[in-house]
DNA sequence: TCCTATTCAATTGTGTACAATTATTATATC
DNA sequence: GATATAATAATTGTACACAATTGAATAGGA
């Protein structure tokens, strides 16, 4: 009935929409680098400080989960940014569990040397406002979708 | 005349279009996991055993290119592939430096294990057809213009 | 032919990324 | 208040990912 073709055309690589996300995610990533180097980050470290310049001061437990990062990759992270000297790591009194992490003048220095990226990002991209719009929407609706139905299924 | 927060705004987390990107590219391949493990594979892996079920024999640079891939994330990847039996790794006689692989029995096997994987991570991403549709559009249409773009500009 | 530049691949070093385990602290239950 | 359970981080182990270096094979030019 049905014919080997077709039964093995959706493996193939040309077929999975995940690849150029995957592909094109690393690209993003490689194309960030050299602005990132001159602000000693590496793309991880950056999504730190982009939370930090905003929030100031966070838990560890908050930067796992809006950055979707678990501790394993986080605790090294966060170990080498306070190496560099961007953020301080220090216990929290009402909860010695929790890691308190704050932002240190020579990282909020480093902002205004960053606004530069974000624009030279998009350009290099080479997506229309719109269409940045509809990838956006997209990936955060499959975000959504895949959080909502992984794990906890009772 | 530009205030504090204009400025500012472009560096939010929340208006970043790569981190959804990055978040949801993550979150896919964890979502392989289990499936990939079933078959000793990792989604890595999995990538160059799709273009093998595809093409039977490859060389490593043809692999490296259409995978985005450099030789030191590939080198490992190959070598542990050789040493799960799905593939076989020899100089190829007319040009020493190619490396030929070359798809084993074994390997071969897998690939009816693995066509149920598309239809269960399409199911898992939530998004309909059209929607994937553009989603591909999209990022390859964002690669090409990255690769079109980076490196050699004379 | 000899020399140089290029290509292909492997290796090294740094930095994620995540599962699984461990340790510490808080909370809930009795 | 002692004990079980849960929450928070750190650590360990495996596997990418890529820049930079190295080494071998080939191609190209004087």
Redesign the pocket.
Known sequence: MANDNGDYESLRLQNQVCFPL??CT??I??QY?PYLKELN?????Y?VMMVLWEKETV??????EC???????????????DQTGYLT?E??????????LTLTDEGRKRKSSAVRIPPAMTECVGLSQEELKTLYFLTNKALRHMESHSGKDS
């Open positions: 995957y592909a690393k690209e990533i490689r680098t980050l590496t793309y991880t470290q999504l838990s560890s437990r908050e930067l796992a950055l979707h990062l678990d501790y394993g990759t986080l605790s090294p992270v966060l170990k080498r940014l790591r216990r929290s009194l009402e909860d010695e569990r929790l890691l308190k």
